[in-house]
């Protein structure tokens, strides 16, 4: 099992810049592919971005393609989300995620990920 924490949510104009970082617990990080999620108020969660296992594979939604990129560093057992360009319609509360089955793959469904992170918040101003 493993637990993750998010972090670097905030307040941020549009247009600008937020990495977000999540840090797992656990020796075994490199064993898991990652995703992040968001969550806007009063609509369902949805995938933003994934990573395999290697960092080798990276899949994300179309609305942050070109803006956003997700890394990992598994000597450190975190991946990160690079939101650039960011706009209003981004703020949500983002989520990290972890899986252990597919791991050569990224994977964009949520239901593939049994672990999950309390989220941190993200609010785009206009």
């Known amino acids: 099992q493993v637990q993750l924490v998010e972090s670097g949510g905030g307040l941020v104009q549009a247009g600008g810049s937020l990495r977000l970082s999540c840090a797992a617990s656990g020796r075994t990080f490199s064993r898991y592919a990652m995703g992040w999620f968001r969550q806007a108020p009063g609509k369902e969660r949805e995938f933003v971005a994934a990573?395999?296992?290697?960092?080798?594979?990276?899949h994300y939604a179309d609305s942050v393609k070109g803006r956003f990129t997700i890394s990992r560093d598994n000597a450190k057992n975190t991946v990160y989300l690079q939101m650039n360009s960011l706009k209003p319609e981004d703020t949500a509360v983002y989520y990290c995620?972890?899986?252990?089955?597919?791991?050569?793959?990224?994977?964009?469904?949520?239901?593939?990920?049994?672990?999950w992170g309390q989220g941190t918040q993200v609010t785009v101003s206009s």
């Open positions: 990573i395999n296992w290697s960092g080798g594979r990276t």
């Open positions: 995620a972890a899986t252990s089955v597919g791991t050569t793959q990224a994977i964009a469904v949520m239901e593939a990920y049994p672990y």
